[in-house]
């Protein structure tokens, strides 16, 4: 399958928990936030990390090979630092949440998009399409 496909269809399914958590910050009731966050667990934690290991240890490796490695290196520093703040924002006492929540979302969604609108439409123009597809693990 083509390797921009599944990750943008990964961040489709990300980006609803990132929404609904920004949403229940707006409201600032801690409890709710609490709430969310036990809901998102799962897509924020395991499957953010799985997501972040196929684009580091995969997909990005192969798109330098074509586009250069200067190009995919600020996609995986930002990684390492949506997952600090990922794993600070689970750690975190309540009061401290919100603010954390807050950071993880804007620092997420921006990656997201940056993604979807410079890193995979270069390799899209830039890749023949057979080297886009992703072999079975
Ligand atoms: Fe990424
Ligand atoms: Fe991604």
């Known amino acids: 399958m083509n390797a921009v496909t599944i990750l943008t269809q990964e961040h489709q399914k990300l980006r609803p928990f990132l929404r609904r958590m920004a949403q229940t910050c707006d409201e600032e009731n801690p409890d709710a936030l609490n709430t969310v966050l036990e809901m998102a667990k799962t897509a924020l934690n395991a499957d953010l990390d799985q997501h972040i290991d196929l684009e580091d240890n995969r997909v990005f490796p192969h798109f330098a090979q074509y586009i250069g490695s200067d190009r995919v ?33 804007e620092m997420l969604q921006e990656h997201l998009d940056r993604e979807e ?20 693990d």
Do not use: C, G, W
């Open 73 to 105: 290196k600020m996609f995986i520093d930002d990684h390492r630092q949506i997952q600090s703040v990922r794993d600070k924002l689970y750690s975190a006492e309540t009061p401290l949440r919100r603010s954390l929540a807050l950071a993880l979302d």
């Open 117 to 136: 609108n410079m890193l995979f439409p270069a390799a899209e123009n830039e890749m023949p399409s057979e080297a886009l597809e992703l072999e079975p």
